[in-house]
């Protein structure tokens, strides 16, 4: 089928690939003259694992292709896909004016019938709007919605697009989920679940997907607080609570709060639907503070490992939300390094992959080349994004950088045993039961 893919951002870009992959001749379009420019000669504006070698295949095989022609792309295609940012606005709103843009566009450009299809993550109630749009213009063609959300990770974007757990599609006709099921067959014929329902609970999925997984990243560092306070250790905590199969493992790991481009913005916005058809959605409410302060504790747990941050030089490691993106959206390492700053530390960090997405994002901040040059006459070494060249760093190596041999690990992925038997004073979240046990096993 001919697709148009309009916005090509971590989003657009792997659904364009994929797309493609699948048999589909796609186009994908972008205002971002720039990164049209870049895709055009074979250069990926964003790190994503695999994500070059599929766009290279496919292009090569002549099935994917990058334009700024909007309007061209708009005609030649029988299904779009909006895939443009939905950022959130002051009020935690999430800003559709991107989106209506593009529906502008294409009332503007259509020239026969067009699927229309969300992969944005949009409020309740905006496929109405589109369909709103293109029912004002005056054009005679048909065209129907259809929310089709995505739930793809950074990182792990190409494996989750080819292989997602389920796909969701929320339509008003028959035609609309057979078009749909054409455009995924392959998916469709590896038995993954499509989940076929209304305009309306396909975009409810996303934001109710996306707030239950913050929750449960906010409810365990909430557990990981109690571990602290009462001599716990919240790895097991997490271990013991996850095995039990109503549960799950996943999303248990406590660390310096939820961040990236989805999780902040998505639980704000899913408080702020609610709150506009006059319901206070209690939880995500309290989600999103308890993650506001998870992120303050962080500062203030550097702080106390240093003996007060003012003076101190501290180095990080990670900028980026998680390891193996480059997107700084939302990351915890920027409430982290500004509440150092305005302790008064001075702070250096490298990141292997976001250092220039982070560089304007920053003031004073001093970036290095790797993990040994960034303790460089550091009081104390901060882990905040768990790449894995920081899983096994050489700590003698680290020590000797250091000015003082100060390990903070806001990851917990160093064992404290092996840290401190290396000489480190060593702090780490929601650990506090091991402190104790080592203690008393050695008095
Ligand atoms: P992004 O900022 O990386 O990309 C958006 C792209 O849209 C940009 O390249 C921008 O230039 C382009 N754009 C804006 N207006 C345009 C227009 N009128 N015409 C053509 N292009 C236009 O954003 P993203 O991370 O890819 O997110 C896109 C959407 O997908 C958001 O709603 C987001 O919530 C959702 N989402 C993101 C992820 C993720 O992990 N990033 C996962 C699932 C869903």
Request: hydrophobic letters at 40%; proline letters at 5%; a negative charge.
């Amino acid at each position: 089928m001919n697709i148009a893919v309009i916005g090509t951002g971590y989003v657009g870009l792997v659904t364009g690939a994929g797309l493609a992959d699948f048999g589909n001749d796609v186009i994908c379009v972008d205002i971002n003259e720039k990164k049209i420019e870049a895709l055009k000669a074979g250069k990926i504006p964003i790190y994503e694992p695999g994500l070059d070698a599929i766009v290279a295949k496919n292009v090569t095989e002549g099935r994917l292709e990058f334009t700024t022609d909007l309007a061209g792309a708009i005609r030649s295609a029988r299904a779009i896909f909006i895939a443009v940012g939905t950022p959130p606005l002051p009020d935690g709103s999430a800003d559709l004016r991107y989106v209506a843009d593009v529906a502008r566009s294409i009332a503007k450009y259509m020239e026969g019938p067009k699927l229309i299809i969300t992969k944005s993550t949009v409020p309740i109630g905006t496929g109405r709007m589109i369909e709103g749009i293109i029912e004002e213009s005056e054009h005679k063609h048909p065209a129907s919605v259809v929310s089709n959300p995505e739930f793809l990770r950074e990182g792990s974007a190409i494996e989750d697009f080819m292989k997602p757990d389920r796909v969701v599609i929320g339509a008003s006709d028959e035609e609309s989920v057979a078009l749909m099921k054409e455009i995924y067959a392959p998916l469709y014929s590896l038995a993954i679940p499509f989940v076929v329902t209304n305009v309306e609970s396909a975009e409810l999925i996303k934001y109710a997907a996306n707030g239950f997984l913050a929750t449960k990243i906010s409810f365990i560092n909430e557990v990981a607080v109690l571990c602290e306070k009462l001599g716990g250790d919240v790895q097991d905590v997490a271990r013991g609570m996850g095995l039990d199969h109503r549960i799950g493992p996943k999303f248990l790991q406590a660390g310096p709060g939820y961040g990236g481009s989805c999780f902040p913005k998505d639980s704000s916005s899913l408080a702020d639907i609610s709150r506009k058809c006059d319901y206070t959605f209690e939880i995500i409410e309290s989600v999103i503070r308890v993650n506001d302060q998870i992120k303050a504790r962080m500062v203030e747990k550097v702080d106390q490992a240093v003996g007060g941050a003012a003076g101190k030089t501290i180095g990080v490691l990670g900028l980026a939300f998680k390891p193996e993106t480059d997107d700084m959206r939302d990351s915890p390492s920027l409430p982290l390094i500004e509440g150092l700053q305005s302790l008064g530390a001075t702070v250096r960090a490298y990141d292997p992959q976001a250092m220039d997405a982070a560089r304007g994002m920053f003031e004073n901040l001093t970036f290095c080349d790797d993990a040994y040059s960034t303790a460089q006459g550091c009081d104390a070494i901060v882990l905040c994004t768990e790449w894995n060249e920081f899983r096994a760093l050489n700590l003698e190596r680290l020590k000797q950088a250091l000015k003082k041999p100060v390990l903070v690990d806001l990851r917990n992925i160093y064992d404290p045993a092996r840290v401190r038997a290396a000489g480190f004073e060593y702090t780490s979240v929601g650990r506090a039961a091991e402190v104790r046990f080592h203690e008393e096993a050695g008095s």
